[in-house]
């Protein structure tokens, strides 16, 4: 697609289930990055996955989040046992590796309800 | 923690110019100037970026001082489509290096 493309928009759940979002980056961008926000707040670093190397996992905030990539594809952030505080709008956006100050293209995010 | 401090709010006329500031006195020489905004339950959009120099484009200009501790981000003719929060943002050009927002400035254009 032309965008990246972040599914589902709308995720309504129940405190303790898991959850799977997921993103499609632009085709060729090699850097892939999650984002979270809180209503009313800022962007909060999650994760960064470029090429092959080891992603940056040093914005997650518990083990209860976990993302993998699939080669310079599909991202799935995985929240387990969610809580009420997971509620917010997660963000993903990739960028071209090629060129080290691409411009950030972003998702329309997933917003996740957790009741 | 994010490298640069902006206003929190600002308002600006209908089609006048909106002159949005950013302090970013700890930069380093190898660190680059991005402005994003984000307008309200939408994904943050790319504006412009630079280094030193000032930049345009059909979006904004961005001027940065001889020091690069500070910069300012133009519309020169804001619509009521701008109202949106612009955030300032520096980062180096390594690759390794994540994108930081900070919690940016509320624009509010008027009509």
């Known amino acids: 697609g032309a965008g990246v493309s972040q599914s589902p928009s709308n995720k309504v759940t129940e405190k303790g289930k898991d959850v799977e979002l997921r993103c499609d980056p632009i085709?060729?961008?090699?850097?892939l990055y999650w984002y979270r926000q809180r209503l009313g707040q800022g962007l909060e670093f999650l994760i960064y996955f470029q090429g092959n190397s080891a992603p940056d996992k040093s914005g997650l905030p518990s083990d209860r989040f976990s993302a993998e990539r699939t080669g310079e594809s599909v991202s799935t952030l995985t929240i387990q046992r969610t809580q009420q505080e997971d509620s917010a709008v997660y963000l993903c956006?990739?960028?071209?590796?090629?060129?080290?100050?691409?411009?950030?293209?972003f998702g329309e995010g997933s917003r996740l309800t957790v009741l | 923690d994010a490298k640069t401090t902006q206003p929190t709010s600002m308002d600006c006329a209908e089609g006048r110019a909106a002159n949005l500031p950013c302090n970013h006195s700890?930069?380093?020489?190898?660190?680059?100037v991005y402005w994003y905004r984000q307008i309200h339950s939408q994904g943050p959009q790319y504006i412009i970026h630079?280094?030193?120099n000032n930049e345009t484009n059909e979006m904004a200009s961005l001027i940065i001082t001889e020091d690069r501790k500070s910069s300012t981000l133009i519309l020169p003719h804001a619509t009521l489509r701008d109202t949106a929060v612009y955030y300032c943002?520096?980062?180096?050009?390594?690759?390794?290096?994540?994108?930081?927002f900070g919690p940016g400035t509320r624009l509010s254009v008027l009509p």
């Open positions: 700890t930069i380093s020489g190898n660190e680059y």
């Open positions: 085709s060729g961008h090699t850097a």
């Open positions: 630079g280094l030193k």
């Open positions: 943002i520096v980062r180096g050009d390594n690759y390794g290096q994540n994108f930081v």
């Open positions: 956006a990739s960028r071209t590796g090629q060129g080290r100050t691409g411009e950030l293209f």
